[in-house]
């Protein structure tokens, strides 16, 4: 019996962990549902620079360096994606913030729910719009020519590569949102996030820059987070294009879950 026991209390703390995850997540997916406002900027914005590109830049993939594409839209996906699963995380993390501005989150942090679950069912939401936004992305522009060399199971790939993505990305978020408390800060952010867009490869690849643009655009993570999904969308579904899309968003997740739990930790010792 006295076996048993700890048993037992483990799994209800698991069992309990879970439904309270659970809840949080569902919270955050209705937010999203019930405020369209909020997140059609991060699915309309993304398609108008990926028409844009489309029109202003189709002769471009002659030029040298360039890699074999049967289309600039065909280049232009990857950066499609992760430009909005990058601007849509911030709405996840804003909306965790303005839960610390209006006392919210104390109240959760009050009761007997487990503190990681409230980060994670935040964090849950985003990641099931980022796996919708990369499907939505898809799906508009195959009409328009969109043709994807990894065919289904890289679309899968692809989706996968997006929840690992928006993982990635809210969890840097909510580390901002948990340690300035602020919905404002986290907001300010979205410059940022644009200036490290706009010096990758989502607009051109490496191979053609020069100079310090290059040297940025190598250094910068987001290339190479684009890229993996580059391969997948022109090169077919190769091994390398899988793991560059999961291990370089897979990676990115590691580290900023660890900030974000980080930065959760310091907040409930600061009570």
């Known amino acids: ?3 048993i026991a700890p048993v037992v209390a483990g799994t209800e703390r698991r069992q309990s962990f879970v439904a309270q995850t659970s809840a949080m997540s569902q919270r ?3 937010a999203l549902w019930r405020q369209p406002a909020i997140v059609v900027p991060s699915l309309i914005f993304p398609l108008f620079f990926a028409a844009l590109g489309a029109s202003s830049f189709s002769r471009a993939i002659g030029l040298p360096g360039f890699p074999p594409v049967r289309s600039f839209l065909d280049f232009a996906l990857a950066g499609t ?3 909005g699963i990058l601007f849509g995380s911030i709405t996840g993390a804003t909306a965790l913030a303005t839960d610390i501005e209006n006392g919210f989150f104390d109240r959760l942090m009050a009761s007997p729910t487990s503190r990681t679950s409230i980060l994670l ?3 849950a939401g985003g990641m099931v719009y980022g796996a919708f936004q990369t499907v939505f992305f898809v799906a508009v522009l195959i009409p328009f020519g969109l043709t994807i060399a990894s065919g289904v199971p890289g679309i899968a790939v692809m989706v996968l590569g997006g929840v690992l993505t928006a993982l990635a990305v809210g969890a840097l978020m909510s580390a901002m949102a948990i340690r300035t408390g602020s ?3 986290v907001q300010g952010s979205f410059p940022l996030l644009f200036i490290m867009l706009f010096f990758s490869s989502a607009f051109f690849p490496r191979e053609t820059m020069s100079g310090v643009y290059a040297r940025m655009a190598d250094l910068n993570p987001v290339s190479h987070l684009i890229e993996g999904f580059r391969d997948l969308t022109i ?3 190769t091994a390398s294009a899988v793991a560059r899309t999961l291990l370089i968003s897979g990676g990115l997740a590691v580290l900023t879950m660890a900030i974000a739990l980080r930065s959760l930790r310091k907040r409930v010792a600061a009570r």
């Open 1 to 3: 019996m006295s076996v």
């Open 28 to 30: 955050a997916v209705l």
């Open 81 to 83: 994606i992760v430009q």
């Open 121 to 123: 069912g935040r964090l």
């Open 183 to 185: 919905s404002e800060a």
């Open 235 to 237: 090169d077919g579904f």
